[in-house]
T-cell receptor, first 111, second 114 residues
């Protein structure tokens, strides 16, 4: 049973517009959530995170929103750039235990 | 060298071969991990080493054997693998005991078992 789900395997967005990547989780014990970005032939790189005590965290063009009641988080990228084209993984952890990853969403930003 | 490095980047091996994957971290971290990434599946945690001791083994078959000789190096020894073991194997490191849950990944080894 997947505890972290990314139901959209792919997303295509025009340059300059907003990209919204979604992630759902089932384990209410998760207290920390992370987004990773992965380019082909590279390992995942940390992008942004959020603690369960917050509902929003912003870092430049990237904002993560957390809705604990819905067990849902989202990553907003605005404005989207072609260099943002990559696979994005959502991950969650409970009390500093191991990270549980989603299956990833492939984002393509076209001109 | 900076970050987390992995060698080799690509490996093709037969089912009767024995090979090893190597990971090295240059971040001063005290925990290291092996993950397996198969197509259309989440990253699967295989092994965790904290302070050079194995703290987690996620029911991984014995044909995968990890080794952590020191806090900077991690190996994954492979023998008598199956074609379904073909995947991207990722190494990661982190600093336990801090508020950060972030793990830093290497580029991975693309393994093909023939």
């Amino acid at each position: 049973d997947q505890q972290v789900k990314q139901n959209s395997p792919s997303l295509s967005v025009q340059e300059g517009r907003i990209s919204i990547l979604n992630c759902d989780y089932t384990n209410s014990m998760f207290d920390y959530f992370l987004w990773y970005k992965k380019y082909p032939a590279e390992g995942p790189t940390f992008l942004i995170s959020i603690s369960s005590i917050k509902d929003k965290n912003e870092d430049g063009r990237f904002t993560v929103f957390l809705n604990k009641s819905a067990k849902h988080l989202s990553l907003h990228i605005v404005p989207s750039q072609p260099g943002d084209s990559a696979v994005y993984f959502c991950a969650a952890s409970a009390y500093a235990d191991k990270l549980i990853f989603g299956t990833g969403t492939r984002l393509q930003v076209f001109p | 060298e900076t970050g987390v490095t992995q060698t080799p980047r690509h490996l093709v091996m037969g089912m009767t071969n024995k090979k090893s994957l190597k990971c090295e971290q240059h971040l001063g971290h005290n925990a290291m991990y092996w993950y397996k990434q198969s197509a259309k599946k989440p990253l699967e945690l295989m092994f965790v080493y904290s302070l050079e001791e194995r703290v987690e083994n996620n029911s991984v078959p014995s044909r995968f054997s990890p080794e952590c000789p020191n806090s900077s190096h991690l190996f994954l020894h492979l023998h008598t693998l199956q074609p379904e073991d073909s995947a991207l194997y990722l190494c990661a490191s982190s600093q336990e005991g801090t508020a950060s849950y972030e793990q830093y990944f290497g580029p991975g080894t693309r393994l093909t078992v023939t």
